[in-house]
T-cell receptor
Framework: KQEVTQIPAALSVPEGENLVLNCSFT??????LQWFRQDPGKGLTSLLL?????REQTSGRLNASLDKSSGRSTLYIAASQPGDSATYLC??????????FGEGTQLTVNP | GAVVSQHPSRVICKSGTSVKIECRSL??????MFWYRQFPKQSLMLMAT?????????EQGVEKDKFLINHASLTLSTLTVTSAHPEDSSFYIC?????????????FGPGTRLTVT
């Protein structure tokens, strides 16, 4: 059974700092991995999707990496802003469409 | 971009009543939709996978007679919480799978906050 773990569970940083969120998964037989953002009381916004054959994806200040063999992914946020405050979820998909989510990292960026 | 809508966004009902939540894919056809529930400060838990024209597949521990899922068209799936109880209060999120893109992509709705009093 696939298990997804995210570390840290919560993170508080001052504005402008670069930060890394970690995601690990137990079964490396994945189709892709996706990072989401969730604001309080809201649905999920997809940030980055990395196919199993890819090593990283970038979008603006966000960079996600994938090391499938070691079961790890990181989400790097450059020059963090207060608007980045949210819960960040990592999810992996096997060949079937069922996503397995991590518990999330609650990020607070202080002005 | 692809959009998934949910209705209602928020509902309060009395214990013992039934509540229906709609999930629509607005600009693509979704043969597969997913229903999740999320308790405060917890991650999303998959409840069931809904396939158009067939019975839903429920995850272990999810009562299919309590959470009725209907996926009658390629753009609409509904979740009905029957005889709701306070412990059913949660955030319900649907997701639709878009197979038309080169990369299979799952789009999420904005969620429905259910409060059972």
């Amino acid at each position: 059974k696939q298990e997804v773990t995210q570390i840290p569970a919560a993170l508080s940083v001052p504005e402008g700092e670069n930060l890394v969120l970690n995601c690990s998964f137990t079964d490396s037989a994945i189709y892709n991995l996706q990072w989401f953002r969730q604001d309080p009381g809201k649905g999920l916004t997809s940030l980055l999707l990395i196919q199993s054959s890819q090593r990283e994806q970038t979008s603006g200040r966000l960079n996600a990496s994938l090391d499938k063999s070691s079961g790890r992914s990181t989400l790097y946020i450059a020059a963090s802003q207060p608007g980045d405050s949210a819960t960040y979820l990592c999810a992996v998909r096997p060949i079937s469409p069922r996503l397995t989510f991590g518990e999330g990292t609650q990020l607070t960026v202080n002005p | 971009g692809a959009v998934v809508s949910q209705h209602p966004s928020r509902v309060i009902c009395k214990s013992g009543t039934s509540v229906k939540i709609e999930c629509r894919s607005l600009d693509f056809q979704a043969t597969t939709m997913f229903w999740y529930r999320q308790f405060p400060k917890q991650s999303l838990m998959l409840m069931a996978t809904s396939n158009e024209g067939s019975k839903a597949t429920y995850e272990q521990g999810v009562e299919k007679d309590k959470f009725l899922i209907n996926h009658a068209s390629l753009t609409l799936s509904t979740l009905t919480v029957t005889s709701a109880h306070p412990e059913d209060s949660s955030f319900y999120i649907c997701s639709a799978l878009n197979l038309n893109r080169t990369v299979r992509t799952q789009y999420f709705g904005p969620g429905t906050r259910l409060t059972v009093t």
